[in-house]
Every structure is written in structure tokens, then in C-alpha cells.
Nanobody
């Protein structure tokens, strides 16, 4: 069992930056691909990005590519989402998740564990 707890959300002006963290329990953190999703009420949940267990592979949604960066510190059981050049359309609840495999991790249902989410609000 892996528990995930996100932090770092908040209110920021357009053009600003935020760094989200997702702390995981358990001793097997490095074996999991970690993913970030976001959801706006009334809209489909959107894949944001993923990072492989070793950190050697990453992937991003086109909507955030070049602005967001995922990284991880396996010694601290933590994955990060650095968000730069934020736009009002980035406003959402951001949730981290853990998947057993990198392939398919962009699909919510293919992940095995999920956090509760943290709110990010970008004002114009």
C-alpha cells in the first residue's frame, strides 16, 4: 500500500510559478512511475505528466510542455511538479498518482494509487 500526499498548491498570478510536491509512504517508491493529473470541475480529468521510477524518462501533455517539469527524489520518496509561466487555464485540482508501469501511466485507471489533490488557482 502506498499513500500519496500532495502539497504546494495555492493562488498565484498569471506568469508566476508554483512547485507541487507529492510525498509517498512505503519502501518501494522508486519502483513506481509517478504521474500528475489535473481536473477542472465539469471537465475531463487531464494527464499532466509522468516520470519513470529512475527518473530517466518523462512525458508531458502538450498543454504544459516547456512550462512544467516533473522530477523526483527517491531518497525522500517525493515527486515534484515545477510549474512556470502559469496561465489561468492551469487552474485545477492537481493530483499525483503512482503506476506500476511507465507505459499506460497517462491513463488515470492504469495508476494504482492516488492522492487527494491540491488546488492551484491562477489569477489573470
Amino acid at each position: 500500500q502506498v499513500q500519496l500526499v500532495e502539497s504546494g498548491g495555492g493562488l498565484v498570478q498569471a506568469g508566476g510559478s508554483l512547485r507541487l510536491s507529492c510525498a509517498a509512504s512505503g519502501r518501494t517508491f522508486s519502483t513506481y512511475t509517478m504521474t500528475w493529473f489535473r481536473r477542472v470541475p465539469g471537465k475531463e480529468r487531464e494527464f499532466v505528466g509522468a516520470i519513470s521510477g529512475s527518473g530517466g524518462s518523462t512525458s508531458y501533455a502538450d498543454s504544459v510542455k516547456g512550462r512544467f517539469t516533473i522530477s523526483r527524489d527517491n531518497a525522500k520518496n517525493t515527486v515534484y511538479l515545477q510549474m512556470n509561466s502559469l496561465k489561468p487555464e492551469d487552474t485545477a485540482v492537481y493530483t499525483c498518482a503512482a503506476a506500476s508501469a511507465y507505459s499506460g501511466s497517462a491513463q488515470w485507471a492504469r495508476n494504482k494509487y492516488w492522492g487527494q489533490g491540491t488546488q492551484v488557482t491562477v489569477s489573470s
